[in-house]
């Protein structure tokens, strides 16, 4: 499937909020990580007891939650932090030489990969969270694919295909190449998205890089891409 999105600037750029999650691990559920061999593996629980899994290359740098919380924010107070990323359980895997950019964080030479899980808000969940809310996790609340289908030349829509797992689980792993709208080097993402409506959490996996390096690192990606799972409860 192809076509086109719409590219709003800064759309993919992280909020206050959203890179302090990245770094704080929710309060509720336990996160596991095993080194050895040519992969780290990582594996989370949710209080629900869906489980979700991935690994990554043992020699990229994961971000713990300190290093990330001190990026996100240097001069904020730990509790305002702590507080906004309650709920959520983040890993942050960076390719060697493992630098992240200030703005879209996929916006590299080098693969980033981000897997996120969160607990709706009741708020979110009044307001009806759906499969279009989740494809525009990393957007900024815009959903790409709809946008593509709309015909904008920003972004192009590489592929798209609906992903379920157990547990009632649904959703959408698709990928798309971000034009940059200063005139860079475009984007390539692929994200992996599915919610769990009956107990009120989304989880997500976005990895990519500029076009060129997620072309050169396709293989890597695909692996990363293809362990990440979740079992629903």
Same mark, same amino acid.
């Given at each position: $499937?192809?076509?086109?999105?719409?590219?709003?600037?800064?759309?993919?750029?992280?909020?206050?909020?959203?890179?302090?999650?990245?770094?704080?691990?929710?309060?509720?559920?336990?996160?596991?990580?095993?080194?050895?061999?040519?992969?780290?593996?990582?594996?989370?629980?949710?209080?629900?007891?869906?489980?979700?899994?991935?690994?990554?290359?043992?020699?990229?740098?994961?971000?713990?939650? $300190?290093?990330?919380?001190?990026?996100?924010?240097?001069?904020?107070?730990?509790?305002?932090?702590?507080?906004?990323?309650?709920?959520?359980?983040?890993?942050?895997?960076?390719?060697?030489?493992?630098?992240?950019?200030?703005?879209?964080?996929?916006?590299?030479?080098?693969?980033?990969?981000?897997?996120?899980?969160?607990?709706?808000?009741?708020?979110?969940?009044?307001?009806?969270?759906?499969?279009?809310?989740?494809?525009?996790?990393?957007?900024?609340?815009?959903?790409p694919v709809a946008d593509a289908e709309q015909g904008d030349p920003?972004?192009?829509?590489?592929?798209?295909?609906?992903?379920?797992?157990?547990?009632?689980?649904?959703?959408?792993?698709?990928?798309?190449?971000?034009?940059?709208?200063?005139?860079?080097?475009?984007?390539? $993402?692929?994200?992996?998205?599915?919610?769990?409506?009956?107990?009120?959490?989304?989880?997500?996996?976005?990895?990519?890089?500029?076009?060129?390096?997620?072309?050169?690192?396709?293989?890597?990606?695909?692996?990363?891409?293809?362990?990440?799972?979740?079992?629903?409860?």
């Amino acid at each position: $499937m192809a076509g086109r999105s719409r590219w709003r600037q800064g759309a993919t750029r992280l909020s206050r909020r959203t890179l302090a999650a990245l770094v704080l691990f929710g309060a509720t559920g336990v996160g596991l990580a095993a080194c050895g061999g040519p992969y780290a593996y990582f594996g989370y629980t949710t209080s629900t007891g869906a489980h979700t899994y991935f690994k990554v290359p043992s020699n990229w740098k994961v971000l713990d939650t $300190m290093q990330f919380l001190r990026l996100a924010e240097p001069n904020a107070p730990f509790s305002t932090l702590y507080n906004d990323a309650q709920g959520q359980w983040v890993t942050v895997a960076v390719q060697p030489p493992g630098k992240l950019s200030s703005g879209n964080p996929f916006s590299t030479n080098h693969v980033v990969a981000i897997v996120w899980i969160r607990q709706l808000t009741p708020q979110q969940e009044l307001s009806g969270y759906t499969a279009a809310s989740l494809r525009g996790f990393f957007f900024g609340g815009t959903d790409p694919v709809a946008d593509a289908e709309q015909g904008d030349p920003a972004v192009q829509l590489v592929n798209e295909q609906s992903i379920s797992a157990k547990g009632g689980l649904s959703g959408d792993q698709f990928t798309v190449i971000l034009a940059n709208p200063n005139g860079g080097s475009s984007v390539e $993402m692929e994200q992996k998205g599915l919610l769990d409506q009956a107990n009120g959490y989304i989880y997500v996996l976005g990895i990519g890089c500029s076009e060129s390096c997620f072309n050169a690192n396709s293989r890597v990606i695909r692996t990363v891409v293809d362990s990440w799972h979740v079992e629903g409860s």
